[in-house]
């Protein structure tokens, strides 16, 4: 993978290097969230609910060019479901033609016949994984789509792409982490873990009935203890963040808004999907994507349990912990480190 990071993403990172030593804003890692529309209905998930107005294929590919000239190095689409969308493909193509690593986030259902473009644009594939078979199937309420997923791993793994998932966490699935890491290990992919929020777009309505602190520890416990024999995809820091649980951290010191952002499938510039509601947000469509995001007003909150949010912030801080995670992520394969 690391022979696909362009001289433009480079240089980008450099300009990133000076905009934190500055203390500048700078959209570095951003998240472009194409439609709320899913073909699932998860039992922990009201994001289908949102579902409204969506910017056209040119106006993403605006935004895209837009903020990449900002100085975004990294470029992730999701949902929702983000195949549902015709031009999910031909938008990764475009972040990729914009020098930028990208990565989709995909319930696996529709992804397997775009592997093979998907593979000369696309630098990491995460895939939602809740559970083995039984488990999966009955949280994601869709017969057969634990057997896709594994599929679809294997053949992104085929093609050279790599694959990391997230797993939402909760009664319903908590005793079967272990059964997830050795699938994670079997396969070769880097398996992250968070726990289900009530409210996917406010974070101050709290976890799912059925998580409680204690819970968190424990999950927190038994990853810490799996990061040296299993690919878990989280660095030890997250994990003391969940233990802090339900004050994880500290929203208002959060890089997300300063070096990380989510665009909303209507142009919406926020810091964060949890933080939505907080506003007032500008659209990029109205007044640029740029200024969007450096006149996005700053988050309050406790802080969340999201896992790849608390990397960014995490890596964006330079926290050693994290940073040592992200290396060791990038230097080794979940098969190597499975192997010990
Ligand atoms: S900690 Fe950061 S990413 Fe998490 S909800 Fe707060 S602002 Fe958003």
């Known amino acids: 993978m690391s022979a696909r990071l362009s001289s433009r993403m480079a240089g980008r990172s450099a300009r990133l290097a000076l905009s934190m030593a500055r203390g500048r804003a700078q959209p570095y890692s951003m998240v472009f969230v194409l439609t709320n529309r899913c073909n699932f209905r998860c039992e922990y998930c ?38 549902l969308r015709r031009d999910a493909i031909d938008l990764i193509e475009h972040a990729k033609s914009e020098g930028c690593f990208t990565s989709l ?27 083995p078979d039984n488990v999966h199937d ?17 053949e992104a793994k085929k093609r050279g792409i790599a694959v990391a998932t997230i797993s939402v966490i909760g009664p319903w699935n908590e005793t079967r982490v272990d059964e997830i890491l050795e699938l994670a290990s079997t396969h070769g992919f880097w398996a992250y873990f968070q726990p289900a929020y009530v409210d996917c777009f406010a974070h101050d309505s709290g976890l799912r009935n059925g998580i409680d602190p204690a819970m968190l520890v424990r999950l927190a416990d038994q990853l810490t203890a799996a990061i040296g024999h299993a690919p878990v995809g989280s660095s030890q820091r997250f994990f003391d963040r969940l233990r802090a649980a339900p004050n994880f951290s500290d929203c208002s010191r959060c890089t997300a808004g300063k070096y990380f952002a ?31 995001f450096l006149e996005m007003p700053h988050p309050k909150g406790p802080g969340c349990a999201i896992s790849p949010y608390n990397e960014s912030d995490l890596i964006f801080s330079l926290d050693p912990k994290a940073v040592i995670a992200a290396v060791r992520r990038a230097f080794s394969s979940p098969e190597q480190i499975s192997a010990g």
């Open 105 to 131: 986030n995909s319930n696996g259902w529709k992804t397997e016949p775009y592997l093979d473009r998907l593979a000369n644009c696309l630098d990491m594939l995460v895939i939602s994984l809740d559970g």
């Open 138 to 154: 009955v949280v994601r309420k869709k017969r057969g789509s634990y057997e896709r997923v594994i599929r679809v791993i294997q």
């Open 46 to 83: 009201d994001v289908p609910a949102a579902a409204a107005g969506e910017m056209s294929t040119d106006q993403f590919r605006a935004a895209i060019s837009e903020l990449a000239g900002a100085g975004m190095g990294r470029a992730a689409f999701g949902g929702g479901e983000a195949l």
């Open 262 to 292: 989510t665009v909303m499938p209507d142009g919406l510039v926020v810091p964060c999907h949890l933080t939505t509601g907080q506003g007032p947000y500008l659209n990029g469509l109205e007044v640029g994507f740029t200024r969007a």
